[in-house]
């Protein structure tokens, strides 16, 4: 696995091995002590998601305050734009922003630690997204940061559109109103 670091430093992306032919490829989408030894982390991961959406939906950006959860995403089918915005308000990058490409045709994976937001757009049209979480899903410490919010800036891939977001998302808070971590 080759382990590169993101715009934003304790965000990282991560391209396993693949080995292919004719016949298709093999890659291994996880293993704990080639986690552990390539990107120098031990996570514990507890709940495995997977989510379909078609093109134009936003989902995020979202966070849990307490039970903060560390993800390793990755797309099995289509391509999504990801993205982790820093919430810790200690951080000299607090509200900075990275994004990645992210398709079942790169196979790139991003760790996305506790402490930050995360989201994405569909770019394809349809894709479905995977990633492990250091810890249980909360809705009662669940929230959401303005996928737009200007003081954040994402550089969403739109193409002159407005994206599909749920109800939940579209009440997304400000970055200035957060309730950030330490």
Not at 87 to 111: E, I, V
Not at 137 to 153: F, L
């Amino acid at each position: 696995m080759k382990v590169m670091p993101g715009v934003l430093p304790d965000v990282l992306v991560l391209e396993p091995r693949v080995f292919g032919d004719e016949r298709g490829f093999f890659l291994e989408s996880y293993n704990q002590r080639v986690f552990r030894e390539a990107a120098g982390i031990d996570a514990n991961f507890v709940q495995d998601n997977h989510s379909r959406s078609v093109r134009n939906v936003l989902r995020g950006l979202h966070y849990q305050l307490r039970q903060a959860q560390g993800k390793l995403v990755r797309v099995v089918a289509g391509e999504i734009f990801d993205v982790a915005v820093d919430l810790r308000r200690s951080s000299p990058r607090y509200g900075r922003w990275m994004g990645l490409h992210l398709s079942a045709d790169n196979k790139r994976m991003l760790w996305i630690p506790a402490g930050f937001a995360h989201g994405f757009l569909t770019l394809s049209d349809v894709a479905e997204v995977l990633y492990k979480a250091t810890d249980y899903y909360a809705p009662a410490h669940e929230r959401c940061v303005m996928w737009n919010d200007p003081d954040i800036g994402i550089d969403w891939p739109l193409a002159g559109s407005v994206p599909l977001v749920s109800e939940k998302d579209s009440r997304g808070v400000a970055l200035k109103l957060t309730e950030a971590f330490p």
